[in-house]
């Protein structure tokens, strides 16, 4: 099969995150995180505990510059689950190494997964930096100063090196 340019890497590649937390609200689960080269984000995956059919949106928000780059939404599959659920945005977003960002998923409801205390230092895979996860119930999550913790959240780009 032939393919057209290079693959989209990610943090998680085919790892998934181990724990599955109860949910019972809508919640905001993301991670901070950096490039440690300059490319391209080509879209945005999560990790479904179990196919739910639900509606899901992902945020990136460019910490630095405080300003909101893509919001995104995709509908999780029925079941069988569990397995990571993606989507693409059109056009690309070109990112730098200088800049910080926040990217998190919708969960309405139903719960989410993460590897717990993986990052208690920041962590690299394929250029991608993850620096700290967090959650929030607060749906305006922009709005809000986050609470980050060092849970590696099953929530990831979608990353091209230039």
């Known amino acids: 099969m032939p393919f057209h340019g290079p ?3 990610s943090w998680w590649d085919t790892t998934a995150p181990v724990t599955s ?3 019972s609200t809508n919640t905001w689960v993301g991670n901070t995180l950096k ?9 945005f995956r999560y990790y479904s505990v179990f196919g739910s059919g639900s509606r899901h949106w992902a945020v990136l928000n460019n910490q630095s510059t405080g300003k909101l780059l893509v919001v995104k939404d995709f509908k ?4 069988p689950g569990p397995a990571w659920v993606q989507t693409w945005i059109h056009p690309t977003l070109k990112v730098n190494t200088s800049d910080l ?3 998190a998923v919708s969960f309405p409801s ?3 997964a993460r ?13 991608i930096i993850f620096q700290n996860g967090f959650q929030s119930t607060v749906w305006d999550m922009l709005s809000v100063s986050l609470v980050t913790n060092t849970n590696a959240n099953g929530v990831d780009v979608l990353f091209q090196p230039n």
């Open 21 to 23: 937390v109860a949910n």
């Open 101 to 103: 960002f926040e990217l």
């Open 35 to 43: 490039f440690a080269v300059a490319g391209r984000v080509f879209g």
């Open 115 to 127: 590897t717990n205390a993986a990052l208690a230092s920041f962590v690299t895979h394929n250029n």
């Open 110 to 112: 139903h719960p989410y």
């Open 76 to 79: 999780d599959f029925l079941p």
């Open 7 to 9: 693959k989209s890497v």
